[in-house]
């Protein structure tokens, strides 16, 4: 099976959590740690990030609330550690 490495973005709703978001990272442990310990949160919000760890189950590696603010500034985060890594991982 496959393994790799998520990071869903849930919003709260009536009933519970709505997951509105997923980022895939891959299969760099050390980037998605990399990641998530560069990632800001807030003691209070309304939308919760979930590191995942995808193989034979899915384990949450770790959870953190966020404000929309917050939200917006770690999906660019998000988005341009990816890019680098995956199109300049190697190179001098």
Same mark, same amino acid.
């Given at each position: ?6 990071? %869903?973005?849930?919003?709260?709703? *009536?009933?519970?959590? $709505?997951?509105?978001?997923?980022? =895939?990272?891959? %299969? ?5 740690? #990399?990641?998530? =310990?560069?990632?800001?949160?807030? =003691? /209070?919000?309304?939308?919760? /990030? $979930? *590191?995942? #760890?995808?193989?034979?189950? @899915? ?5 953190? @609330?966020?404000? *929309? ?5 770690? $999906?660019? /985060?998000?988005? =341009? #550690? ?11």
């Amino acid at each position: 099976m496959e393994h790799y490495y998520v990071i %869903e973005a849930d919003m709260k709703i *009536l009933n519970g959590w $709505s997951n509105f978001c997923t980022f =895939k990272i891959g %299969e760099d442990k050390e980037l998605a740690a #990399e990641i998530w =310990k560069q990632m800001a949160c807030d =003691k /209070l919000g309304l939308l919760r /990030l $979930s *590191l995942i #760890e995808v193989g034979d189950a @899915m384990e949450v590696i770790g959870t953190r @609330m966020c404000t *929309l603010i917050t939200f917006e500034k770690n $999906s660019r /985060l998000i988005a =341009k #550690e990816i890019f680098k890594a995956n199109n300049f991982s190697g190179t001098a």
